[in-house]
Nanobody
Framework: QVQLVESGGGLVQPGGSLRLSCAAS????????MGWYRQAPGKERELVAI???????NYADSVKGRFTISRDNTKNTVYLQMNGLKPEDTAVYYC???????WGQGTQVTVSS
């Protein structure tokens, strides 16, 4: 059974940082492209960043230079380090396992003073 469990969301002030984690089970993690997506209220879900099994990454233009996606294949975990957070980054953030077309339950990130 595929499971993706996100953690690390919360409330942070503009300019602050958060680190999201996504622990995977039930999949062959090391060969799977993993992604972080987000969905703000009233908007469609959008790609934030992806990382291949070998560590190659790609980012949405809106987060380039501020967010970093990484993975630890020994822990079956993918991370999203978010720095310089802005109010427009407020959303529910979802982890996605592409090969299995499986989503996590999401974690709320709120950027507000």
């Amino acid at each position: 059974q595929v499971q993706l469990v996100e953690s690390g969301g919360g409330l942070v002030q503009p300019g602050g940082s958060l680190r999201l984690s996504c622990a995977a089970s039930g999949i062959i993690f090391s060969i799977n492209v993993m992604g972080w997506y987000r969905q703000a209220p009233g908007k469609e879900r959008e790609l934030v960043a992806i990382v291949t099994g070998g560590g190659s990454t790609n980012y949405a233009d809106s987060v380039k230079g501020r967010f970093t996606i990484s993975r630890d294949n020994t822990k079956n975990t993918v991370y999203l380090q978010m720095n310089g957070l802005k109010p427009e980054d407020t959303a529910v953030y979802y982890c996605y396992a592409t090969r299995y077309n499986h989503w996590g339950q999401g974690t709320q990130v709120t950027v507000s003073s």
